[in-house]
């Protein structure tokens, strides 16, 4: 296998909290790390760490963890090499291998086919400018788009041509194998060769959170054309359309910042919602919308205060439209957010609207957002006549289903005496149609788990205490860790600071630390093993490297411990702080250090006969005197 020979010149070059801040938005917990919404398990709360300067990232619940290029591994589904190449086409980074230049032959292509992508689109986006590109720049205008915008999103146009598209990207030393893997070409039973899929069309490039193009939409313009009104990019080995969200590369920074989703129907749709102000407007890419979906919307929600963030879903009024909003409402309780629903005057999408009434009227179609369970429930008693008692009780009944499956028995309530308003019933006539109704759906759980249906849900998940570690922490060898014993606890404190925090003491001091060492015969033994790492690389400075190699030294039972000091979040919020902290710390083993000689020694004078010993015991005495005068020294200090 060809590996690069300079992945860790590369390594160097990655700024680790913007790799993985492309993928989940992150919120800096202290001076030295950020936490976020694990992407690897269904994560309500933010378990993991990111912590910068250890190069190390670390989820407390599930247990993932791992470097930069650990995350991208796990994250893209990808090998390490492919990591590797993946990487450094982000960062315009060349990789050696060892047997030359060039990626490894095992690899998968898909760094190259993010190229071929980033090529198609700069190709399509200079197509748009040429005369055989009238219909799609009209197609524009009409829709309300001017130049501005089009290049805004990047919109491009793809020949009518059967091979214009090929012939650019194999002059540019692409091959027919990996165009067949972009999904760009289609190949031809006739001949054995390739063509052009996308052919007169109006081009849309998808990108990922990164910025990254991993796809097109492609609208129809020309009545020769046969095919249907859109194309999307069918999966490949970087586009996979139920994890893909249009115009997400934009929106992520609003969405973090202001706490909201839009979740519109189409292209169109956000390109108008963003220039027209509303910058967390999103779309799926010809897809329903998945589970995969919600997960990458909390990921970029998370950070905020309970209960404020907001996902608001705008539907057409058409068949699919009202079937989209079914499936909003039967994912709403998946969302770590309030969801709404908001619908344009006269049925008009956000597209049509700004074209009609300007960006104010979109502006204005979000803030008129209705929550979704009430859309929901007009949805069901709409349908019926309520000028009548039997119309009335039909529609309560059947409205008390989308109430039942409200989990918050506050908010329930409150629903329930909107319904009885809207249908003119008694509220606890409400009540009881509602209680039938969440009777009924335990009744139909309850037995289809008789009949296997139901599986036993998430794998269990270790148990975190206040601090968010696990513990108590059991190593084969070793008596567990329990940090809540606050001996045990100061001393992780002292191992944290002494890893994370080299700046705050000089190599005199620490060597007085790990002179004493610990009380708990784990953090011995990690104390120790940076005894051996200092010994062998002084002043190097404690980066990813230093931490490898700390891990070789220690025992197998002994690496997680070690990563959990390495990437525990410190009480601090700026560097100030950090430093304050850590020589705080330092300062307090120091100490204690100091205290157990003054212990020691005075055991020792006890034990010393000033008659028959009087060299020993003036030593002892006058070291005595010494230790105290450290002590005076590091309280002033402190």
């Known amino acids: 296998m060809a590996i690069a020979k300079n992945k860790e010149a590369l390594r160097d070059r990655l700024d680790l909290v913007d790799i993985v801040g492309g993928y989940v938005q992150l919120k800096r917990a202290s001076a030295n790390s950020y936490k976020g919404l694990c992407p690897f398990h269904p994560d309500k709360n933010p378990s993991m760490t990111v912590t910068p300067h250890m190069g190390l990232w670390t989820c407390w619940s599930c247990g993932a963890k791992g470097d930069v290029f650990g995350f991208v591994m796990q994250i893209e589904n990808i090998d390490f090499p492919a990591a590797l190449e993946l990487l450094a086409a982000k960062t315009g980074f060349q990789l050696e291998y060892e047997e030359g ?275 929901m429930v007009h949805q069901y008693i709409d349908k019926f006549d309520l000028g009548n008692v039997a119309g009335r009780v039909s529609a309560a009944k059947a409205a008390a289903p989308v109430l039942a499956a409200i989990r918050d028995v506050t908010s329930r309530s409150a629903y329930e005496r909107e319904l009885s308003s809207w249908v003119s019933l008694d509220p606890q006539e409400i009540h009881a149609f509602v209680e039938d109704a969440i009777r009924s759906k335990a009744k139909a759980g309850v037995a289809a788990m008789n009949r296997g249906n139901i599986g036993t849900g998430s794998e269990p998940q270790p148990q975190v205490n206040e601090s968010g570690i696990g513990s108590p922490e059991s190593a084969r060898g070793y008596p567990p860790i329990n940090l809540n014993d606050p001996m045990t606890r100061v001393e992780r404190q002292v191992l944290e600071v002494i890893v994370q925090v080299p700046e705050c003491y000089s190599a005199g001091a620490l060597a007085r630390i790990l002179a004493i060492g610990f009380a708990h015969p784990a953090h011995n033994a990690i104390g120790a093993a940076i005894a051996r790492v200092e010994s062998e690389r002084p002043d190097a400075g404690h980066d990813h490297a230093w931490f490898e190699r700390l891990r070789e030294l220690l025992p197998t039972e002994l690496q997680d411990a070690a990563a959990q000091i390495a990437v525990a979040a410190l009480p601090a919020g700026n560097d100030e702080e950090l430093e304050r902290y850590g020589k705080g710390v330092i300062v307090g083993a120091l100490d204690r250090s100091l205290n157990v000689e003054k212990q020691e020694l005075l055991a020792e004078l006890r034990r010393t006969d000033a008659a028959s010993q009087g060299e020993r015991f003036a030593e002892i005495n006058q070291r005595l005197v010494a230790i105290e005068a450290d002590r005076r020294t590091l309280r002033e200090q402190g």
């Open 101 to 375: 230049r060039g990626p490894a032959k095992e690899n998968n292509n898909r760094p190259r086919i993010l190229a071929i992508n980033q090529a198609a689109a700069e190709f399509f986006q200079a197509q748009l400018a040429t005369d055989a590109a009238a219909p799609a720049r009209d197609n524009l205008q009409q829709r309300g788009f001017d130049r501005d915008a089009a290049a805004k999103f990047g919109c491009g146009f793809s020949p009518d041509s059967f091979n214009a598209l090929t012939n650019h990207l194999k002059a540019m030393g692409f091959t027919d194998q990996e165009l067949l893997d972009s999904t760009l070409v289609r190949k031809s039973e006739k001949t054995g060769g390739v063509y052009d899929f996308y052919r007169g069309r109006l081009m849309w490039p998808i990108r990922d959170q990164g910025g990254a193009v991993i796809g097109f939409g492609a609208r129809k313009l020309l009545e020769t054309d046969q095919g249907p009104k859109y194309y999307n990019s069918s999966d490949s080995p970087v586009y996979h359309k139920n994890k893909v969200l249009y115009g997400i590369d934009l929106a992520k920074a609003p969405i973090g910042k202001k706490k909201q989703v839009v979740v519109v129907e189409g292209y169109t749709d956000v390109m108008a919602c963003h220039l027209a102000g509303v910058d967390t407007a999103i779309a799926t890419c010809g897809t329903a919308f998945t589970e995969e979906h919600v997960n990458i919307i909390n990921r970029l929600l998370s950070g905020g205060t309970e209960g404020t963030a907001e996902v608001i879903f705008c539907f057409d009024p058409d068949e699919a439209g009202q079937k989209a909003a079914m499936r909003a409402w039967e994912q709403s309780g998946m969302f770590k957010a309030q969801t709404f629903v908001a619908i344009g005057p006269d049925g008009l999408d956000p597209c049509d609207l700004r074209s009609k009434r300007g960006d104010e009227a979109v502006a204005a179609m979000i803030a008129s957002r209705k929550p979704i369970y009430e859309f």
